[in-house]
């Protein structure tokens, strides 16, 4: 069951190859430039702004907690669906962040939710749901201990989800403040491939002090998507140095997006967004 991520993201390509309005989005970049094998986009500007600023897609929200998320109004993702037309842009993800306060582990409309989400995924060719574990939902108690009975609801939940999710060529992505170790003993007992990492620099790297190059070394292909922010700086400046973090994303022959969830110093966010994507850009190479 330990499929990697580019093999999985290959088959996620033919599962939403049904999708007409897609097929004619993915013609018309294909048309203008080869696909990078690593994508900027940002969760901090609209399809509008993103355009504006030179990126390459952006990741959206699921809606707030209601029986029925907004993501999952049809009315909702054809608005989406004209805007990536529009712009020539890209939804790469969508973002789970109502998990926050209302936890998978607790939440009893949590398996619905996954449901519609990678059902709303699949319609809009976006091929990873973040799934958050952060505030109520965070597996760590406040002594840093593993909420175990949690984990347990979690791993069931993400298990019976999974086949949902790969046969709509999505990924579901657990991010939280888990350490690397952690995080791949969950990832062992779902034993999916379509259950994955969504690997955040800042908040393991500044908030939790783990050492983000060698966890990003040690999940290798089980970091499906990346989260780039460095608090309430530009990337270059803040306590997250991405050099070496960039170094062991090219060492694990990491493939996908990176997404900029970074702060707006100036006030502007289409210059800063487009500042940060320049930068990491340039990291890149």
Request: some cysteine.
């Amino acid at each position: 069951m330990n499929m990697n991520r580019r093999t999985f993201l290959a088959q996620a390509t033919t599962a939403v190859a049904g999708i007409p309005w897609l097929n004619s989005l993915n013609a018309a970049q294909n048309s203008t430039s080869a696909t990078p094998a690593i994508r900027i986009g940002a969760c901090v500007v609209n399809l509008d702004q993103a355009k504006k600023a030179g990126l390459d897609g952006v990741e959206v929200g699921v809606g707030g907690a209601a029986d029925r998320l907004s993501i999952a109004d049809p009315a909702v993702r054809q608005k989406y669906r004209e805007q990536m037309s529009q712009t020539g842009l890209s939804i790469c993800s969508l973002m789970m962040g109502l998990l926050n306060e209302y936890p998978l582990a607790s939440d009893p409309r949590g398996p619905a939710w996954l449901e519609q989400s990678i059902d709303a995924a699949r319609d809009l060719g976006a091929r990873v749901i973040l799934v958050a574990f952060f505030g109520n939902g965070d597996l760590l108690d406040g002594n840093g201990k593993l909420k175990d009975a949690a984990v347990d609801v979690v791993v069931q939940r993400l298990k019976a989800a999974a086949p949902r999710a790969r046969d709509a060529g999505v990924i579901l992505a657990i991010e939280n403040y888990l350490n690397a170790e952690q995080n791949a003993r969950i990832l062992d007992r779902i034993n999916h491939e379509s259950v994955q990492m969504y690997y955040d620099v800042f908040n393991t790297g500044a908030t939790k002090g783990y050492d983000v190059p060698a966890e990003l070394r040690f999940l290798k292909e089980r970091v499906v998507q990346i989260h780039f922010k460095n608090g309430p700086n530009y990337l270059e400046n803040g306590q997250v140095k991405f050099e070496p973090i960039v170094a062991a994303i090219k060492e694990i022959q990491y493939r996908g997006w990176i997404v900029l969830e970074t702060s707006a110093p100036s006030k502007d966010p289409v210059a800063d967004v487009k500042r940060n994507a320049d930068y990491a850009r340039r990291l890149l190479g």
